[in-house]
């Protein structure tokens, strides 16, 4: 059997599990706040244009507002003034759009602290015990964050000091896009830096380096307990919004079962 009936096949008898990494968009969909001087993202909201009546008898639809940067979405690199003068969201390369993944837990450090940074040794660690991470593939940080994305509150976790989130530090967010092989990293998290990230040097060094190396960044998966460490092949589909610096995304894992 060629490649795609035997892929079909496989979908078709459970042998291939797809995984919906993808947080559903609805008008309590958390999103990110900044300080009151920035402007700020949308929440999702649905136009009701007609449902069966007299605005359109047959049909049901909406308009829809949403930020590029709400729910699991997909950063671009001209998402951040590093990454400017690159690709924008319409120009990431479709052959970009379905890699490899590893997935590293943090969930227990993160329990513990949840300003919790993953750093360099802890990805050489996994590296040693697993396998190399994946030339062109995604890094995945599970937190079990997701668990708290039923609440903008829980979701942000902030107090009077911002934010308290966990993500990479400095050096591992610079290393992650300059030395490490991957196409980009995915997080749980409303963004792909830590809570605390506007204070690091660089701010924001997940987004700086990153964007600025042509990188990308997947953000609010769902599900990612449901992945194996390696072996997941990532469908991630944002919508190419012509001049976007990124796009709600539907993120799919291919998982082999059994």
Known sequence: MSLLPA???????????????????????????????????????????????????????NNFTSGEHTGTHFDAPNHWITGKDLADIASVPANRLIAPAVVLDFTAEVEKNPDFLVEVDHLKAWEAENVPLPAGG?????????????????????????????????????????????????????????GKAHSFDPPFPC???????????????????????TGAVIIAGPLPIVGGSGAPARVLALVERG
């Open 7 to 61: 892929l079909v096949a496989a979908l078709a008898d459970g042998s291939i599990e797809v995984v919906d990494l993808t947080s559903p968009l609805s008008a309590s969909t958390p999103v990110i706040q900044l300080p009151p001087e920035f402007g700020q993202t949308a929440q999702f909201a649905l136009e009701e244009i007609s449902r069966y009546d007299d605005r359109g008898p047959a049909w049901y639809w």
């Open 138 to 194: 995604w890094l995945f940080v599970r937190t079990g964050w997701d668990a708290r994305s039923h609440s903008q509150e829980a979701f942000l976790n902030a107090d009077e000091n911002g934010p308290h989130t966990p993500g990479l530090s400095p050096e591992c967010a610079r290393w992650v896009a300059q030395e490490s092989p991957v196409l980009g990293m995915g997080v749980e998290t409303v963004g792909t830096d830590a």
């Open 207 to 229: 987004h700086s380096y990153l964007m600025g190396s042509d990188k990308y960044g997947l953000t609010q998966l769902q599900n990612l307990a449901q992945l194996p460490p």
